[in-house]
């Protein structure tokens, strides 16, 4: 079984971050994996999170199993963060949540679930999506098309590009969005546009599966929904991948869920009855602790509001450093046009860098972006500012 295994090709971002580690200068800066760093360069725990668990250890008294499909009260808090808690989707009862280890646990779920029940389907990713995307839907055995999405002229969305390619999906497929704070270009669809594609899916008969990891990062929690309700007033039938490891920190607790809208409840409780036995079979059952710690924060009034609180320092630090890398860039006296970064959101901005420059930056200079030019802007301080725009300038 293994004498002749060949070493498998790293993973083009986890896999950075494992060379990172390995990188001996103390100055190397880590632009790669989207993990949040605040102005010190550390990754912190959140204190809503940090109370949470407190309160947890002390209330806990019980390692069992939970059901396959999470614990109940947490998937309830998800389904009222994803849609608000008056939305008519709750209180007609179509929606049904299963808890899931990670985004990516719940991603693969739904893999799992195309590939068995509706083999013929096709999933249209985003050109670019997120580079696991691909990976989890072909181990599912689903296929996948792209759409077009980004404009390389402007750095921005081609909406007319995205709007024709989307027309051309056949009834029955599913249509991958990023709920907001794409990844990884950083741009999203005006609410406006939101309302245009529900209105083509709606149309076509395309099923949309939206990956929804950075609410809170782009506007606020509340405005980060916009799009995917604008989807809801027009579609009957959808799937949500939460993650909570970007708006809570919870990278590490692998901390998802996977929320499907039916046309009613009875439909729902039939899909997530397949649901769950495809959790079975990958997983059983999910880890308990981060469900825990959302699930507390998100049903204690002040709690919720400290988290509030603190997602909006992370949004808002973000931004500066939007801000700064560009103004920086200037003053180094870089000619390209690094502007449209400033107007993107979240994580993740696409610098435009090639390949050969992506490189030479990590060779020559121990800094690390994803091959295709994404940066992780959320690993940007005033710290590393300097450094990083004079390194960039010597490789363009
Ligand atoms: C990223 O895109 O960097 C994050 O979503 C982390 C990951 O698992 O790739």
């Known amino acids: 079984m293994f004498k002749n295994v060949q070493t498998a090709p790293a993973d083009p ?13 103390p100055d190397k800066i880590n632009l790669s994996v989207g993990v949040y760093k605040d102005a010190t360069g550390q990754t912190p725990v959140l204190e809503s999170v940090k109370e949470a668990e407190r309160r947890i250890v002390e209330q806990e008294d019980s390692k069992g199993y939970l059901p396959m499909t999470g614990e109940p009260i947490y998937c309830t808090r998800v389904q009222e963060l994803i849609f608000g808690e008056d939305h008519e989707i709750i209180s007609e009862k179509r929606a049904a949540t299963a808890q899931c280890p990670g985004g990516t646990g719940a991603l693969r779920v739904v893999g799992d679930y195309m590939h068995t029940l509706h083999p013929d389907a096709v999933l249209w990713l985003s050109d670019p999506t997120w580079a696991n995307h691909n990976t989890i839907f072909a181990a ?8 077009q999405y980004r404009d390389p002229k402007t750095n921005g969305l081609d909406f007319d590009a995205m709007y024709e390619s989307i027309k051309k999906i056949p009834q029955g497929d599913v249509i991958l969005l990023h709920g907001c704070c794409h990844n990884p270009t950083g741009i999203d669809p005006t609410p406006e546009q939101w309302s245009k594609i529900g209105d083509l899916l ?28 604008e989807l809801t007033k027009k579609v009957k039938q959808m799937v949500v991948c939460s993650s909570f490891s970007k708006n809570f920190g919870l990278y590490r607790e692998r901390t998802g869920a996977l929320t499907v809208v039916a046309e009613n409840q009875e439909q729902a409780a039939r899909v997530m009855s397949q649901v769950k036995l495809r959790i079975r079979y990958n ?48 003053e180094k006296g870089v000619e390209q046009d690094f502007s449209s970064i400033i107007e993107q959101r979240g994580m993740f901005s696409f610098s435009g860098l090639t390949k050969e420059q992506v490189d030479r930056l990590r060779e020559e200079y121990s800094i690390y972006i994803v091959g295709s030019g994404r940066i992780n802007v959320a690993g940007m301080t005033p710290d590393n500012m300097d450094r990083l725009c004079e390194a960039i300038k010597a490789v363009i």
């Open 140 to 147: 599912a055995g689903v296929k996948c098309e792209k759409y």
């Open 202 to 229: 709606a149309k076509q008969g395309v099923v949309p599966l939206v990956d929804f990891a950075y609410q809170g990062l782009a506007d606020g929690i509340e405005d980060d929904r916009a799009g995917l309700l």
């Open 283 to 330: 997983y059983s059952n999910p880890p308990s602790h981060g469900g825990q710690i959302v699930a507390t924060v998100l049903s204690d009034k002040e709690l919720r509001a400290k988290w509030v609180e603190e997602v909006a320092e992370i949004r808002d630090r973000i931004n500066e450093m939007r801000h700064l890398f560009v103004k920086t860039l200037k």
């Open 13 to 25: 971002i986890l896999g950075l971050t494992e060379t990172f580690k390995a990188d001996s200068n």
